[in-house]
C-alpha cells in the first residue's frame, strides 16, 4: 500500500507570512494528489488537487505544487489569515487501483496555525 | 457537501458492551470509508468497502466489523467497546471524481 508522510507536523506562521507543506508518497503509479483541510471539531473538506498531468496549480490563495520524480507535491498558502487555522491532510492515489484495492491512505497531518 | 449522515453524533458507552455506527450516503458512491482520528495519529482506516457485501481490513480493524447491505448504507460495530475505542470516527464515501466526502463525524466515549 501507498505510505505517505507529511511535513512538518505543526507549523506555526504570523499573518500574512506564506506557509509550505510537503507530501511525500512512495507509490509510483499514485496520479491523483488532493490536499484536505480539516477545522477545528469539523470534517476534512477538499481544498485543492492536481493530476499528474500538471505541475502546478493555483486558487486565489492557495496552490499545489508536483515533483512526481522526486514523489511530493506540497500545499502553499501565501498571506495567511486566522481562518487557514486547521489541520491539512494530502491523501495521494492511484486512480486505475480498483475492486478491493480501494484503499485510501492519509498523511499524519499538519497543524497549521496562523498567529494574528 | 455531498449527502453523508452519521449516526449517532455523539455516544457514551460502557466498557465491553456493543456499538453500531452507522453511515448514510444519498451519492450512490461505490466505495465508502470508515477512519477514527486521535491525536497524533490523523486519519486512520478502519474498514471500507467496494460495493455491495464486499469489503475489507484496513490498518487498526481489531476490534471493529463493519456491513454493507445495500450501496447507501454502511455500518460500523464494536463488538465489545473498550476504552481504546474512545475517538472520533469518520466515515467517508469516494465520488466517481476520486474526491473525498466525509461524513460530519461520530464522537464516542467508551467509559
Known amino acids: 500500500g501507498e505510505n505517505v508522510e507529511q511535513h512538518p507536523s505543526t507549523l506555526s506562521v504570523q499573518e500574512g507570512d506564506s506557509a509550505v507543506i510537503k507530501c511525500t508518497y512512495s507509490?509510483?503509479?499514485?496520479?491523483?494528489f488532493p490536499w484536505y483541510k480539516q477545522e477545528l471539531g469539523k470534517r476534512p473538506q477538499l481544498i485543492i488537487d492536481i493530476r499528474s498531468n500538471v505541475g502546478e496549480k493555483k486558487d486565489q490563495r492557495i496552490a499545489v505544487t508536483l515533483n512526481k520524480t522526486a514523489k511530493h507535491f506540497s500545499l502553499h498558502i501565501t498571506e495567511t489569515q486566522p481562518e487557514d487555522s486547521a489541520v491539512y491532510f494530502c491523501a495521494p492515489k492511484d486512480p486505475n487501483s480498483g475492486g478491493s484495492n480501494y484503499k485510501l491512505t492519509f498523511g499524519k497531518g499538519t497543524l497549521l496555525t496562523v498567529n494574528p | 457537501d455531498a449527502g453523508i449522515t452519521q449516526s449517532p453524533r455523539h455516544k457514551v458507552t460502557e466498557t465491553g458492551t456493543p456499538v453500531t455506527l452507522r453511515c448514510h450516503q444519498t451519492e450512490n458512491h461505490r466505495y465508502m470509508y470508515w477512519y477514527r482520528q486521535d491525536p497524533g495519529h490523523g486519519l486512520r482506516l478502519i474498514h471500507y468497502?467496494?460495493?455491495?457485501?464486499?469489503?475489507d481490513k484496513g490498518e487498526v480493524s481489531d476490534g471493529y466489523s463493519v456491513s454493507r447491505s445495500k450501496t447507501e448504507d454502511f455500518l460500523l460495530t464494536l463488538e465489545s467497546a473498550t476504552s481504546s475505542q474512545t475517538s472520533v470516527y469518520f466515515c467517508?464515501?469516494?465520488?466517481?471524481?476520486?474526491?473525498?466526502?466525509f461524513g460530519e463525524g461520530s464522537w464516542l466515549t467508551v467509559v
Open positions: 507509490d509510483s503509479a499514485s496520479n491523483y
Open positions: 468497502s467496494y460495493g455491495v457485501k464486499d469489503t
Open positions: 467517508a464515501t469516494l465520488s466517481a471524481g476520486n474526491t473525498i466526502y
